[in-house]
């Protein structure tokens, strides 16, 4: 009861600094606290998440507690049921404490919708937290909970972790079930772990990927020892070979970006038994990425067109009506495309342990920009043109950890992708760990703290979104 409470306390202190809980389910949260405290009392079993409160984003459906998908359409859902992550983390004994917001639908890298407004960084609440689950990192960095859940398509775990100076997870596709998704087979869309450490989202992960009895309902999902996740090997740096890319052979980054990696990339260097710059290119990443959204986005969204009105997300409306115009032929050479850039990556994970590149392209920026439209001085073509550093990884299908890592020349966290080989993610955590805590041993790359004094004095209008979404 004690943790919900001081969960439930911070929530009401520093929520309307960040707008990052849209939803708070106080009075079940703490019935359902009171009842962890009577099954420990009575020396139960208990779960794994036993008491623990955990953030939901407001894309998974949560019974009984609003699930809006940050859309006006569905201001008034209250589900019947919770989603296949939902329950699985319920069953664990974890105890829902509220929703996180997300743009709408949870498209896009900028958390802003209609509905709720804007998600503000906890470092600096004028500037983006990421997106699209954003809520899920500044109720993490904030500590209005210590587990949250997610989910990435093109980054959206990945780039508010960084973001927000939290750990996120993107497993390998098929690791956690997801009964919900809309397309049999495909590296898009799947859910995930986020929290401050490491081995907090290694615990999360044990339960989210957990198989029932029956089988699991994803086609995606293949067999694996869920519980493993939650005890993760000690791995010394010393034994690593690690592969450095600062743009994946030429993507998009920003000088202060690449600055900020190099430094890191010192310290690294200094603890790793191994430390190489690679021969990576990803550059057809992007292209691939936007020609292959195109099924997924007209198979998600195809029955619900008619109904999108004037102020509807942008970012879901470009998408779709480019899916249309897409050429048949442009994504099957897309999927061939993709096959190669895989296989060549493979290749790198053939000869070290991991392969680190820079999370985002920049720096936080307003959130009142939808995307940065100028980086370094030159046009960005489309809110997916400065996410290719996540994207990419989508296109490849591999796991990978956002790993906080101090912050930039401009104050703001600053975040590693730490990228291993496919299926092998229990390895990979277990080296993400390795590096954090010889990260957390250096002051210029410990995992950072939003300074809640300064949070609280903030002035800004995070309802204010008109022209933004």
Not at 23 to 36: N, S
Not at 81 to 104: Q, Y
Not at 262 to 281: L, T
């Amino acid at each position: 009861m004690e943790l919900v409470d001081a969960c439930l306390d911070r929530i009401a202190q520093v929520d309307p600094s960040v707008n990052a809980m849209v939803t708070v389910a106080a009075d079940r949260a703490r019935q359902e606290a009171a009842g962890a405290d009577r099954t420990l009392a009575g020396g139960q079993s208990l779960g794994p998440l036993h008491g623990l409160p955990v953030a939901i984003k407001d894309l998974q459906a949560t019974e009984g507690v609003r699930t809006t998908l940050g859309s006006e359409e569905f201001a008034a859902n209250v589900p019947a049921h919770d989603a296949g992550i939902v329950a699985r983390i319920r069953a664990a004994g974890g105890i829902v404490i509220g929703k996180t917001n997300i743009p709408e639908r949870s498209i896009g890298a900028n958390t802003v919708n209609r509905l709720f407004g804007a998600t503000g960084n906890p470092f600096d609440p004028s500037k983006t937290c990421g997106g699209s689950s954003g809520g899920s990192a500044v109720a993490l960095a904030t500590e209005m909970a210590p587990l949250a859940t997610g989910s990435d398509h093109g980054g959206s775990l990945r780039i508010p972790a960084c973001y927000c100076g939290v750990v996120g997870y993107r497993a390998t596709p098929g690791v956690v079930p997801f009964e919900e998704r809309t397309t049999p087979q495909t590296y898009y869309s799947v859910q995930g772990p986020m929290a401050r450490t490491v081995a907090d989202v290694g615990l999360l992960l044990s339960v989210i990927a957990h198989r029932s009895d029956r089988g699991p309902r994803d086609p995606m999902a293949f067999p694996l020892d869920a519980t493993a996740f939650a005890n993760l090997d000690r791995i010394d740096p010393a034994d690593l070979k690690v592969g450095i890319s600062e743009d994946l052979g030429g993507v998009l980054v920003s000088e202060p970006v690449r600055r900020a990696f190099r430094r890191r990339v010192e310290r690294i260097a200094s603890v790793v038994g191994r430390c190489d710059e690679v021969a990576v290119d990803l550059t057809d990443a992007a292209e691939v990425d936007w020609r292959l959204r195109s099924d997924v986005f007209v198979t998600q969204y195809h029955e619900e067109v008619e109904r999108w009105d004037a102020g509807f997300n942008p970012n879901i409306r470009s998408s779709y009506d480019g899916a249309l115009r897409m050429p048949m032929d442009e994504i099957a050479k897309a999927r061939g495309r993709q096959m190669e850039l895989l296989r060549g990556f493979q290749a790198l994970t053939d000869r070290y342990d991991l392969i680190i590149c820079p999370g985002v392209s920049v720096s936080p920026f307003p959130w009142k920009d939808l995307y940065p439209t100028v980086i370094d001085g030159a046009p960005v073509e489309n809110y997916m043109a400065w996410l290719t550093l996540t994207a990419a990884i989508t296109v490849i299908g591999h796991p990978v950890v956002a790993l906080p890592a101090g912050v930039d020349e401009f104050a703001m966290p600053f975040g590693l992708q730490l990228i291993g080989r496919t299926y092998d993610d229990h390895r990979l955590l277990s080296m993400a760990g390795a590096l954090e805590q010889a990260l957390a041993d250096d002051p210029m790359t410990a995992r950072p703290s939003p300074d809640i004094g300064r949070l609280l004095d903030s002035t800004v209008d995070l309802q204010d979104v008109a022209g933004t979404v």
